[in-house]
RNA sequence: CGGGGCAUGGCUCAGUUUGGUAGAGCACCUGGCUUGGGACCAGGGGGUCGCAGGUUCGAAUCCUGCUGCUCCGACCA
Protein backbone atom coordinates (compact mmCIF):
# COMPACT_ATOMS: atom_id res chain seq x y z
CA UNK A 1 0.00 0.00 0.00
CA UNK A 2 0.97 3.87 -0.88
CA UNK A 3 0.14 6.50 1.66
CA UNK A 4 -0.89 8.59 -1.50
CA UNK A 5 -3.93 5.80 -2.33
CA UNK A 6 -4.93 5.77 1.38
CA UNK A 7 -7.58 7.38 2.85
CA UNK A 8 -6.26 8.21 6.32
CA UNK A 9 -7.25 11.76 6.75
CA UNK A 10 -5.26 12.92 9.88
CA UNK A 11 -6.00 15.82 12.13
CA UNK A 12 -3.69 18.53 13.25
CA UNK A 13 -6.01 19.11 16.09
CA UNK A 14 -8.05 17.19 18.55
CA UNK A 15 -11.80 17.14 18.20
CA UNK A 16 -13.30 18.85 21.11
CA UNK A 17 -15.99 16.15 21.37
CA UNK A 18 -12.75 13.26 22.33
CA UNK A 19 -11.78 12.94 26.24
CA UNK A 20 -9.63 9.60 26.84
CA UNK A 21 -6.87 8.94 24.48
CA UNK A 22 -7.87 6.35 22.59
CA UNK A 23 -10.94 8.29 21.09
CA UNK A 24 -8.55 11.19 20.66
CA UNK A 25 -6.00 9.48 18.65
CA UNK A 26 -8.60 7.23 16.55
CA UNK A 27 -10.24 10.41 15.22
CA UNK A 28 -6.83 12.34 14.95
CA UNK A 29 -4.61 10.05 13.24
CA UNK A 30 -7.72 8.94 10.58
CA UNK A 31 -9.29 5.23 12.09
CA UNK A 32 -12.47 6.51 12.97
CA UNK A 33 -15.19 8.76 12.01
CA UNK A 34 -18.81 9.14 14.43
CA UNK A 35 -21.86 8.78 12.66
CA UNK A 36 -24.05 9.40 15.99
CA UNK A 37 -23.79 8.87 19.34
CA UNK A 38 -22.14 6.11 19.97
CA UNK A 39 -21.94 4.82 16.16
CA UNK A 40 -18.65 4.77 13.95
CA UNK A 41 -17.00 4.20 10.81
CA UNK A 42 -14.11 2.39 10.60
CA UNK A 43 -11.64 3.73 8.51
CA UNK A 44 -9.31 1.62 6.33
CA UNK A 45 -6.43 1.98 9.25
CA UNK A 46 -8.98 0.93 11.74
CA UNK A 47 -10.59 -1.95 9.57
CA UNK A 48 -6.95 -3.52 9.29
CA UNK A 49 -6.50 -3.72 13.17
CA UNK A 50 -10.22 -5.18 13.61
CA UNK A 51 -9.22 -7.50 11.00
CA UNK A 52 -5.67 -8.42 12.92
CA UNK A 53 -7.54 -8.69 16.11
CA UNK A 54 -10.30 -11.18 14.56
CA UNK A 55 -7.92 -13.34 13.23
CA UNK A 56 -5.93 -13.81 16.05
CA UNK A 57 -9.51 -14.79 17.69
CA UNK A 58 -10.05 -16.93 15.17
CA UNK A 59 -6.61 -19.10 15.60
CA UNK A 60 -6.94 -19.44 18.89
CA UNK A 61 -10.60 -20.13 18.82
CA UNK A 62 -10.19 -22.90 16.26
CA UNK A 63 -7.15 -24.15 18.16
CA UNK A 64 -10.01 -25.48 20.85
CA UNK A 65 -12.26 -26.62 18.06
CA UNK A 66 -14.89 -24.03 17.81
CA UNK A 67 -16.17 -23.13 14.32
CA UNK A 68 -17.10 -20.17 13.04
CA UNK A 69 -20.78 -19.26 11.78
CA UNK A 70 -23.41 -16.57 11.30
CA UNK A 71 -26.55 -15.48 13.55
CA UNK A 72 -28.70 -12.48 12.37
CA UNK A 73 -29.04 -9.36 13.78
CA UNK A 74 -32.54 -8.87 13.56
CA UNK A 75 -34.04 -11.60 16.04
CA UNK A 76 -37.41 -11.78 16.66
CA UNK A 77 -39.01 -10.68 19.70
CA UNK A 78 -41.10 -14.47 20.36
CA UNK A 79 -37.67 -15.97 21.06
CA UNK A 80 -36.28 -13.11 23.51
CA UNK A 81 -40.07 -13.63 25.00
CA UNK A 82 -39.07 -17.31 25.44
CA UNK A 83 -36.57 -16.49 27.62
CA UNK A 84 -37.99 -13.35 29.60
CA UNK A 85 -35.49 -10.96 28.17
CA UNK A 86 -37.55 -8.96 26.03
CA UNK A 87 -38.33 -7.23 29.31
CA UNK A 88 -35.16 -7.83 30.93
CA UNK A 89 -33.41 -5.90 28.62
CA UNK A 90 -35.61 -2.93 28.92
CA UNK A 91 -34.40 0.08 26.96
CA UNK A 92 -31.05 -0.85 26.30
CA UNK A 93 -32.42 -2.99 23.47
CA UNK A 94 -32.64 -1.78 19.63
CA UNK A 95 -36.54 -2.43 18.78
CA UNK A 96 -37.97 -2.37 15.75
CA UNK A 97 -41.16 -3.43 14.23
CA UNK A 98 -42.13 -4.87 10.92
CA UNK A 99 -44.46 -3.66 7.97
CA UNK A 100 -46.62 -6.86 9.59
CA UNK A 101 -46.20 -5.23 13.18
CA UNK A 102 -44.05 -7.82 14.52
CA UNK A 103 -41.57 -7.00 17.08
CA UNK A 104 -37.71 -7.33 16.58
CA UNK A 105 -34.49 -6.57 17.85
CA UNK A 106 -30.95 -5.51 16.69
CA UNK A 107 -28.93 -8.41 18.67
CA UNK A 108 -27.46 -7.29 21.88
CA UNK A 109 -26.25 -10.85 22.75
CA UNK A 110 -27.08 -14.32 21.12
CA UNK A 111 -27.92 -17.04 23.54
CA UNK A 112 -31.42 -17.21 22.59
CA UNK A 113 -30.63 -17.24 18.75
CA UNK A 114 -27.96 -20.09 19.08
CA UNK A 115 -30.06 -22.14 21.83
CA UNK A 116 -32.64 -22.21 19.22
CA UNK A 117 -30.63 -23.31 16.60
CA UNK A 118 -29.20 -26.00 19.00
CA UNK A 119 -32.22 -27.22 20.12
CA UNK A 120 -33.59 -28.20 16.91
CA UNK A 121 -30.67 -30.34 15.66
CA UNK A 122 -28.84 -31.47 18.55
CA UNK A 123 -30.94 -34.76 19.97
CA UNK A 124 -27.37 -36.86 21.04
CA UNK A 125 -24.91 -36.68 23.95
CA UNK A 126 -22.77 -38.08 20.29
CA UNK A 127 -23.03 -34.52 19.11
CA UNK A 128 -21.69 -32.73 21.90
CA UNK A 129 -19.62 -30.81 22.94
CA UNK A 130 -20.02 -28.51 20.13
CA UNK A 131 -18.73 -24.81 20.24
CA UNK A 132 -19.43 -22.28 18.03
CA UNK A 133 -18.85 -18.36 17.37
CA UNK A 134 -19.03 -15.24 15.39
CA UNK A 135 -17.88 -12.08 15.13
CA UNK A 136 -20.78 -9.53 14.31
CA UNK A 137 -21.87 -6.27 15.19
CA UNK A 138 -23.69 -5.98 18.50
CA UNK A 139 -26.37 -3.38 19.21
CA UNK A 140 -27.00 -2.02 22.49
CA UNK A 141 -28.86 1.13 22.97
CA UNK A 142 -26.53 2.52 25.69
CA UNK A 143 -28.02 5.21 28.50
CA UNK A 144 -24.46 7.10 27.51
CA UNK A 145 -22.18 5.82 25.17
CA UNK A 146 -18.97 7.46 25.86
CA UNK A 147 -15.48 7.25 25.18
CA UNK A 148 -15.94 6.90 21.69
CA UNK A 149 -15.13 3.06 20.49
CA UNK A 150 -14.93 2.08 24.62
CA UNK A 151 -18.61 2.43 24.84
CA UNK A 152 -20.26 2.14 21.76
CA UNK A 153 -24.20 1.34 20.67
CA UNK A 154 -22.86 -0.30 17.80
CA UNK A 155 -19.33 -2.33 18.10
CA UNK A 156 -17.97 -5.71 17.42
CA UNK A 157 -18.17 -8.62 19.09
CA UNK A 158 -16.60 -11.93 18.78
CA UNK A 159 -19.32 -14.35 20.57
CA UNK A 160 -18.78 -17.96 21.64
CA UNK A 161 -21.14 -20.60 23.03
CA UNK A 162 -20.29 -23.72 24.34
CA UNK A 163 -22.80 -27.33 25.07
CA UNK A 164 -21.70 -30.07 26.63
CA UNK A 165 -23.53 -33.16 28.20
CA UNK A 166 -22.25 -32.40 31.69
CA UNK A 167 -21.06 -30.24 34.24
CA UNK A 168 -17.10 -31.99 33.75
CA UNK A 169 -17.88 -31.15 29.98
CA UNK A 170 -18.59 -27.27 30.47
CA UNK A 171 -15.61 -27.10 33.09
CA UNK A 172 -13.35 -28.41 30.13
CA UNK A 173 -14.94 -25.75 27.53
CA UNK A 174 -14.49 -22.91 30.04
CA UNK A 175 -10.89 -23.77 30.66
CA UNK A 176 -10.31 -24.04 26.77
CA UNK A 177 -11.41 -20.61 26.58
CA UNK A 178 -10.01 -19.18 29.87
CA UNK A 179 -6.87 -20.63 28.02
CA UNK A 180 -7.43 -19.19 24.60
CA UNK A 181 -8.39 -15.93 25.90
CA UNK A 182 -5.07 -15.48 27.80
CA UNK A 183 -3.21 -16.67 24.44
CA UNK A 184 -5.34 -13.96 22.28
CA UNK A 185 -4.39 -11.24 24.67
CA UNK A 186 -0.96 -11.95 25.12
CA UNK A 187 -0.54 -12.13 21.27
CA UNK A 188 -2.53 -8.70 21.11
CA UNK A 189 0.49 -7.66 22.82
CA UNK A 190 -1.59 -6.36 25.57
CA UNK A 191 -1.27 -6.49 29.18
CA UNK A 192 -4.00 -7.71 31.08
CA UNK A 193 -5.47 -9.56 33.69
CA UNK A 194 -8.47 -12.06 34.20
CA UNK A 195 -10.29 -11.11 37.20
CA UNK A 196 -13.03 -12.93 38.98
CA UNK A 197 -16.58 -11.41 38.37
CA UNK A 198 -19.96 -11.12 39.26
CA UNK A 199 -21.94 -13.70 37.99
CA UNK A 200 -25.00 -10.97 37.89
CA UNK A 201 -28.88 -12.29 37.35
CA UNK A 202 -27.43 -16.01 37.12
CA UNK A 203 -26.84 -16.53 40.83
CA UNK A 204 -23.28 -18.43 41.90
CA UNK A 205 -22.33 -18.36 38.30
CA UNK A 206 -18.43 -19.12 37.73
CA UNK A 207 -17.13 -15.95 35.59
CA UNK A 208 -14.00 -14.28 34.92
CA UNK A 209 -13.99 -11.01 33.24
CA UNK A 210 -10.05 -10.09 30.95
CA UNK A 211 -9.61 -6.59 31.57
CA UNK A 212 -6.62 -4.34 29.78
CA UNK A 213 -5.07 -2.27 33.10
CA UNK A 214 -5.32 0.96 31.72
CA UNK A 215 -5.84 4.38 33.65
CA UNK A 216 -8.99 5.36 32.48
CA UNK A 217 -10.87 1.73 32.60
CA UNK A 218 -14.16 2.01 34.06
CA UNK A 219 -13.91 -1.08 35.56
CA UNK A 220 -12.41 -1.14 39.27
CA UNK A 221 -10.10 -3.88 39.87
CA UNK A 222 -8.77 -5.79 43.48
CA UNK A 223 -6.12 -7.35 43.25
CA UNK A 224 -3.59 -8.52 45.82
CA UNK A 225 0.13 -8.67 45.72
CA UNK A 226 0.99 -11.40 47.92
CA UNK A 227 -1.20 -14.24 46.20
CA UNK A 228 -2.89 -14.44 42.98
CA UNK A 229 -6.41 -13.23 44.13
CA UNK A 230 -7.92 -10.65 41.36
CA UNK A 231 -11.38 -9.96 41.11
CA UNK A 232 -13.56 -7.40 39.94
CA UNK A 233 -14.32 -4.62 43.21
CA UNK A 234 -18.40 -5.51 42.46
CA UNK A 235 -17.76 -9.18 42.86
CA UNK A 236 -15.14 -9.44 45.91
CA UNK A 237 -16.26 -10.80 49.25
CA UNK A 238 -15.48 -9.21 52.62
CA UNK A 239 -15.10 -10.81 56.08
CA UNK A 240 -17.59 -9.34 59.03
CA UNK A 241 -15.36 -7.28 60.84
CA UNK A 242 -16.81 -7.76 64.67
CA UNK A 243 -16.59 -4.78 66.73
CA UNK A 244 -15.32 -4.69 70.38
CA UNK A 245 -17.79 -5.90 72.67
CA UNK A 246 -19.24 -3.05 75.07
CA UNK A 247 -22.27 -2.77 77.15
CA UNK A 248 -25.63 -1.63 75.57
CA UNK A 249 -26.90 1.87 76.49
CA UNK A 250 -30.60 3.16 75.96
CA UNK A 251 -31.38 4.63 73.04
CA UNK A 252 -30.80 8.64 72.67
CA UNK A 253 -32.29 10.91 70.48
CA UNK A 254 -29.38 13.80 70.12
CA UNK A 255 -30.42 17.15 67.86
CA UNK A 256 -27.87 17.14 65.21
CA UNK A 257 -28.85 20.45 63.00
CA UNK A 258 -27.31 20.82 59.56
CA UNK A 259 -25.21 17.60 59.69
CA UNK A 260 -26.50 15.58 57.04
CA UNK A 261 -23.36 14.24 55.44
CA UNK A 262 -22.17 10.73 57.65
CA UNK A 263 -19.28 12.96 58.40
CA UNK A 264 -20.79 16.19 59.03
CA UNK A 265 -22.34 13.99 62.00
CA UNK A 266 -19.65 12.03 62.78
CA UNK A 267 -17.88 15.59 63.69
CA UNK A 268 -20.91 16.79 65.04
CA UNK A 269 -21.17 14.16 67.78
CA UNK A 270 -17.14 13.83 68.20
CA UNK A 271 -17.94 9.86 67.41
CA UNK A 272 -15.20 8.38 65.10
CA UNK A 273 -16.69 7.65 61.51
CA UNK A 274 -16.16 3.92 62.50
CA UNK A 275 -19.04 4.11 65.31
CA UNK A 276 -21.58 5.44 62.53
CA UNK A 277 -24.61 3.98 60.57
CA UNK A 278 -25.02 4.90 56.87
CA UNK A 279 -28.04 4.23 55.19
CA UNK A 280 -28.34 4.64 51.38
CA UNK A 281 -31.50 4.20 50.16
CA UNK A 282 -32.52 2.67 46.63
CA UNK A 283 -35.71 1.36 44.76
CA UNK A 284 -35.95 -1.35 42.34
CA UNK A 285 -37.67 -1.87 39.04
CA UNK A 286 -41.36 -1.84 41.54
CA UNK A 287 -40.42 1.36 43.07
CA UNK A 288 -40.17 -0.35 46.37
CA UNK A 289 -37.94 1.14 48.43
CA UNK A 290 -34.92 -0.66 49.92
CA UNK A 291 -32.58 1.05 52.74
CA UNK A 292 -28.86 -0.34 52.36
CA UNK A 293 -26.85 -0.13 55.86
CA UNK A 294 -23.45 -0.04 56.12
CA UNK A 295 -20.91 1.47 58.26
CA UNK A 296 -20.40 5.00 58.21
CA UNK A 297 -16.83 4.75 56.10
CA UNK A 298 -17.67 1.51 53.95
CA UNK A 299 -19.88 2.44 50.77
CA UNK A 300 -22.62 0.20 49.28
CA UNK A 301 -21.67 -2.06 46.67
CA UNK A 302 -24.66 -2.15 44.79
CA UNK A 303 -23.98 -5.34 42.69
CA UNK A 304 -24.17 -7.42 45.80
CA UNK A 305 -27.23 -5.75 46.86
CA UNK A 306 -28.46 -6.09 43.42
CA UNK A 307 -28.13 -9.79 43.80
CA UNK A 308 -29.17 -10.12 47.48
CA UNK A 309 -33.04 -8.57 46.76
CA UNK A 310 -33.34 -9.84 43.08
CA UNK A 311 -33.74 -6.45 41.72
CA UNK A 312 -33.81 -5.82 37.97
CA UNK A 313 -32.53 -2.54 38.43
CA UNK A 314 -31.63 -0.56 41.46
CA UNK A 315 -31.45 3.20 41.22
CA UNK A 316 -30.85 6.12 43.81
CA UNK A 317 -34.58 6.55 45.58
CA UNK A 318 -36.56 9.79 45.38
CA UNK A 319 -37.32 11.83 47.89
CA UNK A 320 -41.34 11.06 47.62
CA UNK A 321 -40.34 7.78 47.76
CA UNK A 322 -38.66 7.71 51.01
CA UNK A 323 -41.34 9.62 53.09
CA UNK A 324 -43.64 7.32 51.53
CA UNK A 325 -41.63 4.75 54.22
CA UNK A 326 -41.48 7.40 56.60
CA UNK A 327 -38.22 8.29 56.10
CA UNK A 328 -36.22 11.52 55.90
CA UNK A 329 -33.30 11.91 53.47
CA UNK A 330 -29.80 12.79 55.05
CA UNK A 331 -31.37 11.60 58.34
CA UNK A 332 -32.33 7.86 57.51
CA UNK A 333 -31.97 4.64 59.93
CA UNK A 334 -34.21 1.56 59.62
CA UNK A 335 -35.56 2.59 63.02
CA UNK A 336 -38.72 4.14 62.84
CA UNK A 337 -39.81 2.84 59.07
CA UNK A 338 -42.83 1.73 58.46
CA UNK A 339 -43.25 -2.10 56.58
CA UNK A 340 -43.15 -1.19 53.16
CA UNK A 341 -39.43 -1.27 53.21
CA UNK A 342 -37.01 -3.37 52.79
CA UNK A 343 -33.91 -3.00 55.15
CA UNK A 344 -30.57 -5.26 54.20
CA UNK A 345 -28.04 -4.19 57.08
CA UNK A 346 -24.11 -5.30 56.17
CA UNK A 347 -22.88 -7.91 58.62
CA UNK A 348 -20.19 -5.75 59.49
CA UNK A 349 -23.02 -3.16 60.73
CA UNK A 350 -25.09 -5.99 62.96
CA UNK A 351 -21.99 -6.45 65.42
CA UNK A 352 -21.14 -2.77 66.17
CA UNK A 353 -22.18 -1.38 69.58
CA UNK A 354 -23.50 2.07 70.57
CA UNK A 355 -23.70 3.16 67.20
CA UNK A 356 -24.99 6.81 65.65
CA UNK A 357 -27.51 6.21 63.20
CA UNK A 358 -30.20 8.84 61.64
CA UNK A 359 -33.34 9.21 63.58
CA UNK A 360 -36.17 9.77 60.83
CA UNK A 361 -36.35 13.00 61.63
CA UNK A 362 -34.99 16.30 60.46
CA UNK A 363 -32.16 17.59 62.02
CA UNK A 364 -32.21 14.02 64.57
CA UNK A 365 -29.79 11.14 64.93
CA UNK A 366 -29.89 8.12 67.22
CA UNK A 367 -26.85 7.62 69.71
CA UNK A 368 -26.45 4.24 70.93
CA UNK A 369 -27.89 2.12 68.82
CA UNK A 370 -27.67 -1.50 68.72
CA UNK A 371 -28.51 -2.96 65.35
CA UNK A 372 -29.32 -6.07 66.83
CA UNK A 373 -31.47 -4.60 69.44
CA UNK A 374 -33.07 -2.01 67.52
CA UNK A 375 -32.86 -2.76 64.07
CA UNK A 376 -35.80 -5.12 64.19
CA UNK A 377 -36.25 -7.02 61.11
CA UNK A 378 -33.44 -7.43 58.30
CA UNK A 379 -31.75 -9.12 55.83
CA UNK A 380 -28.16 -9.38 57.27
CA UNK A 381 -25.73 -9.65 54.02
CA UNK A 382 -22.25 -9.31 52.52
CA UNK A 383 -23.27 -5.86 50.97
CA UNK A 384 -19.83 -3.82 51.27
CA UNK A 385 -17.88 -2.57 48.35
CA UNK A 386 -13.80 -3.29 49.06
CA UNK A 387 -11.62 -1.13 49.12
CA UNK A 388 -8.18 -0.44 49.29
CA UNK A 389 -6.66 -1.96 51.95
CA UNK A 390 -8.93 -4.08 52.84
CA UNK A 391 -7.85 -7.52 53.82
CA UNK A 392 -7.39 -9.78 50.61
CA UNK A 393 -10.90 -12.66 50.83
CA UNK A 394 -7.67 -15.28 50.58
CA UNK A 395 -5.03 -14.67 52.15
CA UNK A 396 -5.65 -11.85 54.51
CA UNK A 397 -2.78 -9.05 52.98
CA UNK A 398 -4.03 -5.25 52.21
CA UNK A 399 -5.62 -5.30 48.79
CA UNK A 400 -4.65 -2.81 46.01
CA UNK A 401 -6.96 -1.30 43.30
CA UNK A 402 -6.48 -0.37 39.88
CA UNK A 403 -8.32 0.24 36.91
CA UNK A 404 -9.38 -2.15 33.86
CA UNK A 405 -11.09 -2.01 30.37
CA UNK A 406 -12.98 -5.36 30.47
CA UNK A 407 -12.47 -6.57 26.80
CA UNK A 408 -13.61 -10.22 27.32
CA UNK A 409 -15.97 -12.27 29.74
CA UNK A 410 -16.36 -16.19 29.78
CA UNK A 411 -19.27 -17.07 31.70
CA UNK A 412 -20.58 -20.69 33.13
CA UNK A 413 -24.12 -20.26 31.67
CA UNK A 414 -24.93 -23.89 32.87
CA UNK A 415 -28.91 -24.63 32.08
CA UNK A 416 -30.40 -21.25 32.10
CA UNK A 417 -31.12 -20.75 28.63
CA UNK A 418 -31.17 -24.62 27.76
CA UNK A 419 -34.12 -25.16 30.02
CA UNK A 420 -36.23 -22.14 29.25
CA UNK A 421 -35.99 -22.56 25.60
CA UNK A 422 -36.31 -26.22 26.20
CA UNK A 423 -32.82 -27.39 24.36
CA UNK A 424 -32.23 -30.98 25.13
CA UNK A 425 -30.89 -33.99 24.59
CA UNK A 426 -30.47 -37.58 25.50
CA UNK A 427 -27.63 -38.88 27.49
CA UNK A 428 -25.79 -42.10 27.27
CA UNK A 429 -29.06 -43.42 29.43
CA UNK A 430 -31.53 -42.34 26.95
CA UNK A 431 -32.48 -39.75 29.57
CA UNK A 432 -33.43 -36.07 28.47
CA UNK A 433 -31.44 -33.39 29.79
CA UNK A 434 -30.68 -29.84 29.27
CA UNK A 435 -27.49 -28.74 27.54
CA UNK A 436 -25.08 -27.51 29.96
CA UNK A 437 -24.02 -23.72 28.48
CA UNK A 438 -21.06 -21.45 28.54
CA UNK A 439 -20.49 -18.40 26.99
CA UNK A 440 -17.61 -16.25 25.89
CA UNK A 441 -17.54 -12.91 24.69
CA UNK A 442 -14.36 -10.59 23.35
CA UNK A 443 -15.28 -6.78 22.48
CA UNK A 444 -13.17 -6.53 19.58
CA UNK A 445 -13.70 -3.09 18.70
CA UNK A 446 -12.95 -2.06 22.33
CA UNK A 447 -9.81 -4.38 22.35
CA UNK A 448 -8.72 -1.75 19.54
CA UNK A 449 -9.22 1.03 21.54
CA UNK A 450 -8.03 -0.80 25.04
CA UNK A 451 -4.95 -0.97 23.23
CA UNK A 452 -3.89 2.58 22.05
CA UNK A 453 -5.30 3.16 26.26
CA UNK A 454 -2.36 1.24 27.28
CA UNK A 455 0.29 1.91 24.46
CA UNK A 456 0.39 5.74 23.23
CA UNK A 457 2.52 8.75 24.38
CA UNK A 458 2.12 12.64 23.42
CA UNK A 459 2.98 11.73 19.55
CA UNK A 460 0.86 9.74 19.21
CA UNK A 461 -0.09 5.55 19.20
CA UNK A 462 2.42 2.53 19.29
CA UNK A 463 0.57 -0.16 18.33
CA UNK A 464 2.16 -3.34 19.22
CA UNK A 465 3.45 -5.41 15.75
CA UNK A 466 0.78 -7.78 16.30
CA UNK A 467 -2.12 -5.69 15.89
CA UNK A 468 -0.82 -2.80 14.07
CA UNK A 469 -2.20 -1.74 10.78
CA UNK A 470 1.07 -1.63 9.01
CA UNK A 471 3.86 -2.92 10.34
CA UNK A 472 6.63 -0.49 8.82
CA UNK A 473 6.32 2.32 6.89
CA UNK A 474 8.75 3.39 4.37
CA UNK A 475 9.45 7.35 4.13
CA UNK A 476 11.50 9.18 1.42
CA UNK A 477 12.69 12.11 2.88
CA UNK A 478 11.96 13.72 -0.98
CA UNK A 479 9.44 12.14 -2.61
CA UNK A 480 10.91 13.62 -6.01
CA UNK A 481 14.22 12.88 -5.87
CA UNK A 482 14.82 9.78 -8.07
CA UNK A 483 17.21 8.09 -6.34
CA UNK A 484 15.93 8.35 -2.62
CA UNK A 485 12.41 6.62 -4.46
CA UNK A 486 14.13 4.16 -6.13
CA UNK A 487 15.80 2.81 -2.85
CA UNK A 488 12.36 2.84 -1.11
CA UNK A 489 10.63 1.15 -4.15
CA UNK A 490 12.98 -1.46 -3.68
CA UNK A 491 12.82 -1.92 0.05
CA UNK A 492 9.05 -2.04 -0.30
CA UNK A 493 9.26 -4.79 -2.78
CA UNK A 494 11.85 -6.56 -0.63
CA UNK A 495 9.44 -6.42 2.35
CA UNK A 496 6.71 -7.56 0.67
CA UNK A 497 8.59 -10.71 -0.57
CA UNK A 498 9.31 -10.81 2.80
CA UNK A 499 5.79 -11.22 4.31
CA UNK A 500 6.05 -8.08 6.14
CA UNK A 501 3.26 -5.82 6.18
CA UNK A 502 4.46 -2.43 4.74
CA UNK A 503 3.24 1.17 3.51
CA UNK A 504 5.54 3.43 1.47
CA UNK A 505 4.59 6.78 2.76
CA UNK A 506 5.15 8.23 -1.40
CA UNK A 507 3.54 11.46 -0.53
CA UNK A 508 5.05 14.73 -1.68
CA UNK A 509 5.04 16.50 1.14
CA UNK A 510 7.58 17.34 3.67
CA UNK A 511 9.35 14.94 5.60
CA UNK A 512 8.17 16.65 8.66
CA UNK A 513 4.59 16.13 7.72
CA UNK A 514 5.44 12.53 6.95
CA UNK A 515 7.50 11.88 10.88
CA UNK A 516 4.60 13.37 12.25
CA UNK A 517 1.79 11.40 10.28
CA UNK A 518 3.87 8.41 11.29
CA UNK A 519 3.97 8.56 14.76
CA UNK A 520 0.79 9.67 14.88
CA UNK A 521 -0.48 7.17 13.55
CA UNK A 522 1.82 4.87 15.36
CA UNK A 523 3.47 2.20 12.66
CA UNK A 524 6.09 0.19 15.04
CA UNK A 525 9.29 0.38 12.71
CA UNK A 526 9.79 3.30 10.58
CA UNK A 527 12.45 3.14 7.38
CA UNK A 528 13.85 6.30 6.58
CA UNK A 529 15.40 6.71 3.17
CA UNK A 530 18.03 9.63 3.37
CA UNK A 531 19.96 11.85 1.40
CA UNK A 532 22.42 12.11 3.87
CA UNK A 533 23.11 7.97 3.94
CA UNK A 534 22.35 7.35 0.19
CA UNK A 535 26.22 7.43 -0.90
CA UNK A 536 27.01 4.76 1.85
CA UNK A 537 24.11 2.44 0.87
CA UNK A 538 22.12 2.53 3.90
CA UNK A 539 19.26 3.82 5.32
CA UNK A 540 17.95 4.27 9.36
CA UNK A 541 15.35 2.16 10.91
CA UNK A 542 13.58 3.64 13.99
CA UNK A 543 11.49 1.98 16.38
CA UNK A 544 8.29 4.01 17.54
CA UNK A 545 8.34 1.92 20.89
CA UNK A 546 11.98 3.80 22.20
CA UNK A 547 12.49 5.76 19.65
CA UNK A 548 15.72 3.86 19.35
CA UNK A 549 17.19 4.26 15.62
CA UNK A 550 20.12 2.49 14.10
CA UNK A 551 21.14 2.48 10.32
CA UNK A 552 21.25 -0.62 7.95
CA UNK A 553 22.68 -1.59 4.40
CA UNK A 554 19.98 -1.34 1.75
CA UNK A 555 20.42 -5.19 1.12
CA UNK A 556 19.88 -6.43 4.28
CA UNK A 557 17.34 -4.21 5.58
CA UNK A 558 14.46 -6.49 4.43
CA UNK A 559 15.62 -9.08 6.64
CA UNK A 560 16.87 -6.70 9.51
CA UNK A 561 13.24 -6.01 9.82
CA UNK A 562 11.74 -9.26 10.01
CA UNK A 563 13.83 -10.05 12.38
CA UNK A 564 13.47 -6.94 14.58
CA UNK A 565 9.53 -7.12 14.33
CA UNK A 566 9.76 -10.57 16.29
CA UNK A 567 11.18 -8.92 19.06
CA UNK A 568 9.34 -5.79 19.26
C1' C B 1 -33.32 9.96 33.64
C1' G B 2 -31.17 13.90 36.84
C1' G B 3 -27.31 17.88 36.78
C1' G B 4 -23.60 21.18 33.93
C1' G B 5 -21.54 22.82 29.06
C1' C B 6 -21.53 23.43 23.78
C1' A B 7 -23.65 24.08 18.62
C1' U B 8 -20.41 29.81 13.52
C1' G B 9 -16.64 26.76 6.27
C1' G B 10 -13.52 19.96 6.74
C1' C B 11 -10.80 20.93 11.94
C1' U B 12 -9.70 24.37 16.30
C1' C B 13 -11.96 28.71 17.70
C1' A B 14 -13.13 34.44 17.84
C1' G B 15 -17.50 37.46 17.10
C1' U B 16 -23.08 37.09 21.03
C1' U B 17 -22.52 40.96 26.94
C1' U B 18 -23.89 46.46 24.05
C1' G B 19 -28.43 43.79 17.14
C1' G B 20 -26.11 46.97 11.60
C1' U B 21 -25.59 42.08 6.92
C1' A B 22 -19.41 36.92 9.16
C1' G B 23 -13.72 36.48 10.67
C1' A B 24 -8.68 34.11 12.06
C1' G B 25 -5.34 29.84 12.11
C1' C B 26 -5.05 25.07 10.04
C1' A B 27 -6.95 22.15 5.86
C1' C B 28 -8.37 22.58 0.38
C1' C B 29 -7.43 24.49 -5.16
C1' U B 30 -3.70 27.18 -8.79
C1' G B 31 1.35 28.91 -9.64
C1' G B 32 6.22 29.52 -7.68
C1' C B 33 9.84 27.97 -4.35
C1' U B 34 11.31 24.24 -0.67
C1' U B 35 12.54 18.70 1.39
C1' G B 36 15.56 15.22 8.37
C1' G B 37 10.27 16.88 12.42
C1' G B 38 3.37 19.64 10.78
C1' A B 39 8.00 25.52 5.48
C1' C B 40 7.40 30.09 2.65
C1' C B 41 5.33 33.73 -1.20
C1' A B 42 1.24 35.12 -4.43
C1' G B 43 -3.64 34.22 -6.00
C1' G B 44 -8.37 31.51 -5.12
C1' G B 45 -12.89 28.48 -3.62
C1' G B 46 -15.99 27.28 0.39
C1' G B 47 -20.41 29.16 5.83
C1' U B 48 -29.06 30.52 4.66
C1' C B 49 -23.99 31.02 12.04
C1' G B 50 -27.95 23.29 14.61
C1' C B 51 -33.63 23.51 13.48
C1' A B 52 -38.48 26.07 13.88
C1' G B 53 -41.09 30.17 15.36
C1' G B 54 -41.12 35.28 17.39
C1' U B 55 -39.40 40.63 18.44
C1' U B 56 -37.16 44.41 15.10
C1' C B 57 -36.38 48.80 9.59
C1' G B 58 -32.50 45.11 10.45
C1' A B 59 -30.86 38.96 14.25
C1' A B 60 -24.96 34.63 14.56
C1' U B 61 -26.24 38.32 18.46
C1' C B 62 -32.56 39.35 21.96
C1' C B 63 -37.12 35.91 23.28
C1' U B 64 -39.73 30.91 22.98
C1' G B 65 -39.74 25.88 21.68
C1' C B 66 -37.18 21.76 19.68
C1' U B 67 -32.90 18.77 18.12
C1' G B 68 -27.99 17.06 18.28
C1' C B 69 -23.38 16.57 20.71
C1' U B 70 -20.49 16.45 25.12
C1' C B 71 -19.05 16.03 30.45
C1' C B 72 -20.44 14.22 35.81
C1' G B 73 -23.78 10.14 38.47
C1' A B 74 -26.85 4.51 38.05
C1' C B 75 -25.56 -0.25 33.16
C1' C B 76 -22.07 -3.30 30.14
C1' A B 77 -18.03 -6.35 25.92
Redesign the pocket.
Known amino acids: MRTSKLYA????????????PS?QLML?AGFIR?V????YTYLPLAWRTLRKIEQIIREEIEAKDGQELALPIVQPAELWKETGRWAVFGE?MFRLVDRHNREFCLGP?HEEIITDLVRNEVRSYKQLPLLLYQIQN?Y?D????????????E???K?GYSFDKDEAGLDKSYKDMYEAYSKIFSRCGLTFRPVE??G??IGNATTH??TVLAETG??DIVYCEKCDYAANA?KSELKVIVAPEEEALPLEKVHTPNAKTIEEVATFLDTPIEKTVKAVIFQNEKEQVICALVRGDHEVN??KL?NITGAI????AEDSAISKVGGVAGFMSPIGLNKDVIVVADATVMEMHNAVCGANEQDYHYKNANPKRDFGDVIVADIRLIAEGDPCPHCGAPVKMTHG?????V?KLGTKYSEALGATFLDENGKEKPLIMGCY??????TM?AAIEQFHDE??IIWPVAIAPFEVVIVP?????EAQMQIAEKLYADMKNAGIDVLLDDR?????????????IGYPV?I??????LDENE??I?VRKD?A?S?VKVNICAETVKEMLKTL
Open positions: PTLRQTPAEAEVHRKAGGVETKREIRPRFGLMRGRFIMDADGAEFESEDVQSLTMIEVGQFGIGVSRANGINAKDKDRAGVKFKDADLRTVSPKLVEKGTT
